[in-house]
């Protein structure tokens, strides 16, 4: 629709342009924008205080035109292409890197580290013990959790006090409610578990289907 009234209106805005750009173009002094009224009160207080403002700003002043003059500006030090240069030259038998492939991705986001100081802890280990906490309190005390990772049981309590796993609801169907099915370590779990009796079933019809063949070969 505004396309339809923009073709519409384009041949009366266009309408003798030409005589009106030449109308325009041809004024002594076009018409100034307007101004807000904050801007007329500085104008106005600046006049007070230079009264001759117009005239200093027209005119070329020389005192400024020798400070720019002293301006100047000098570097130190050598080009850096010399000094890559110079290294290339100085180890030559350490060639820059020709492997482009990309960096491995960890699952974490990062990498992680092998070994873990006494009373610190990885992200991951984070996550389990706080997804185990959540499934279990019971079973998974603080206590219980800060002996076998080495930990501080007040930071144990601190951890599972503010951060929480993503907790899963799946549903049975559209209608019905979502099912609690634990943290997201439980539901990936509860996945790998799925994915195993989904292999067996195919690997159990499979066995019908040839026994079936053979029958009926015999």
Excluded: C, W
Excluded at 5 to 33: G, Y
Excluded at 197 to 215: A, P, R
């Amino acid at each position: 629709m505004g396309a339809l009234v923009t073709r519409a209106l384009r041949p009366i805005r266009s309408f003798n342009i030409e005589n009106r750009a030449h109308r325009v173009i041809s004024k002594e002094k076009p018409d100034p924008a307007p101004t807000y009224p904050q801007n007329v009160e500085d104008l106005k207080r600046t006049l007070e205080a230079v009264p001759d403002i117009d005239e200093k700003l027209d005119k070329k002043d020389p005192e400024l035109d020798n400070r720019l003059k002293d301006v100047y500006v000098t570097s130190f030090g050598r080009p850096e292409d010399d000094i890559t240069r110079e290294r290339r030259q100085h180890n030559p038998e350490r060639p820059l890197p020709q492997d482009r492939k990309s960096l491995e991705e960890f699952e974490m986001g990062f990498k992680e580290p092998e070994r873990v100081s006494y009373g610190k802890t990885t992200l991951r280990q984070a996550i389990d013990f706080i997804g185990a906490y959540q499934s279990n309190p019971k079973e998974a005390t603080p206590s219980k959790i800060a002996l076998e990772y080495k930990l501080k049981e007040e930071d144990v309590h601190s951890v599972l006090k503010y951060f929480k796993t993503f907790e899963v609801y799946i549903p049975k169907s559209k209608t019905s409610p979502a099912i609690f099915a634990g943290p997201a370590t439980s539901r990936k779990k509860l996945e790998e578990q799925a994915m195993n009796v989904k292999e067996i079933e195919s690997s159990d019809s499979k066995k019908v289907v040839t026994n079936e063949e053979n029958l009926k070969a015999s």
